[in-house]
């Protein structure tokens, strides 16, 4: 297998599940601030010019961090990411889905739209004119998260590929101009938790 990687939030989510599950893939790395995905030869791996692109050893190429961390969890069940069950599957997959929708979304084309607009208005449509709406909208969906937050982890007491994606983009917006909201008392102290992480900081406990 090869993944096709990057700097930003989304290749940054699925290195953090591989790093999690102690799985190493040869890595080609993609010139995102060069626009090396937006044209060939990576339009042939992924046409919609997105990052990460995970290559499997027949040549298929799956894309979207979902699709691309549970087929490694389903490679690599230990340790379990996603769920053991039924139930804990469908729980990490709504609160990923949340996740997803209510911060990751907005947030990123709050980005693109103001701070990052230079960069992106060339390769997709951008609407200026939304960026503070949407930067907004990810921090009343960080908001809702606090109100429904039990912890320690989003899913409970398990950690899972729903805390791996928020904290990815929580993480880059933090260096975007959208940092987390100190009054987040619950979600400040997840992000803690999450950032001494071993796949976060890299170090082997002693």
Not at 169 to 197: C, H, M
């Amino acid at each position: 297998m090869k993944l096709y990687n990057s700097i930003g939030p989304n290749p940054r989510a699925v290195t953090l599940f591989m790093a999690e599950k102690g799985i190493d893939i040869p890595r080609a790395e993609v010139d995102l601030m060069a626009g090396e995905n937006r044209r060939e030869p990576y339009l042939k791996v992924n046409p919609a010019g997105q990052m990460p692109a995970l290559e499997l050893d027949d040549g298929t190429v799956l894309t979207e961090i979902t699709a691309v961390c549970e087929y490694l969890e389903e490679l690599n069940p230990e340790p379990v990411l996603i769920g053991r069950t039924a139930e804990e599957r469908a729980r990490t997959r709504m609160w990923t889905r949340r996740v997803d929708l209510k911060v990751c979304e907005p947030m990123a084309n709050g980005f693109r739209f103001s701070e990052g607009l230079k960069l992106f208005e060339g390769r997709m449509r951008c609407l200026p004119e939304a960026a503070p709406g949407l930067k907004a909208v990810a921090q009343d969906g960080l908001q809702w998260l606090e109100a429904n937050f039990e912890g320690p982890y989003l899913v409970g007491s398990r950690f899972s590929l729903a805390d791996i994606l928020l904290f990815s983009f929580l993480e880059f917006g933090a260096r975007v101009g959208q940092p987390l909201d100190p009054g987040l008392a619950k979600i400040n102290g997840w992000y803690k938790r999450v950032s001494e992480r071993e796949s976060v900081t890299g170090k082997v406990p002693a």
